[in-house]
């Protein structure tokens, strides 16, 4: 038996103001809120343990230090990467120069607080 990813965890200065940003993204819904200010957002009906990983935005105020080491990928389900690219743009998503050439054929953007993350060309099926 393998492990599997069942959540993923960003720290942010406001959990809320992720929290709708990428449940609009990913199509996620509210599943559980910590003591600490911790949201956790899931597919809608499954939340942790299903077959997608939850997303948990938690608190920090911190100063953000240099170029995180992980970051999110994500596909469009039901159309193409133009539309979707400015989907995203509406949401408050903004482009990311991370060193890119301009030959990739995905785009770098970043997220309200500055995180950055890559929308890919190819489409995937919704689980």
Same mark, same amino acid.
């Given at each position: 038996?393998?492990?599997?990813?069942?959540?993923?965890?960003?720290?942010?200065?406001?959990?809320?103001?992720?929290?709708?940003?990428?449940?609009?993204?990913?199509?996620?819904?509210?599943?559980?809120? $910590?003591?600490?200010?911790?949201?956790?957002?899931? #597919?809608?009906?499954? +939340?942790?343990? !299903?077959?997608?990983?939850?997303? @948990? =935005?938690?608190?920090?105020?911190?100063?953000?230090?240099?170029?995180?080491?992980?970051?999110?990928?994500?596909?469009?389900?039901?159309?193409?990467?133009?539309?979707?690219? $400015?989907?995203?743009?509406?949401?408050?998503?903004? #482009?990311?120069?991370? +060193?890119?050439? !301009?030959?990739?054929?995905?785009? @770098? =953007?970043?997220?309200?607080?500055?995180?950055?993350?890559?929308?890919?060309?190819?489409?995937?099926?919704?689980?």
């Amino acid at each position: 038996m393998a492990c599997r990813i069942s959540e993923l965890v960003l720290e942010c200065a406001d959990p809320e103001r992720l929290a709708v940003f990428w449940g609009e993204v990913l199509g996620y819904v509210e599943v559980g809120r $910590e003591a600490d200010g911790s949201i956790e957002i899931g #597919p809608p009906g499954t +939340g942790f343990g !299903g077959p997608l990983p939850t997303l @948990v =935005l938690s608190p920090n105020s911190g100063p953000r230090n240099g170029w995180r080491r992980l970051h999110i990928d994500v596909s469009a389900t039901d159309r193409d990467q133009d539309a979707e690219l $400015e989907r995203l743009l509406a949401l408050g998503a903004r #482009p990311a120069d991370v +060193g890119q050439t !301009g030959e990739e054929d995905w785009h @770098v =953007l970043a997220d309200p607080e500055g995180n950055e993350f890559c929308l890919l060309r190819r489409r995937v099926d919704p689980v």
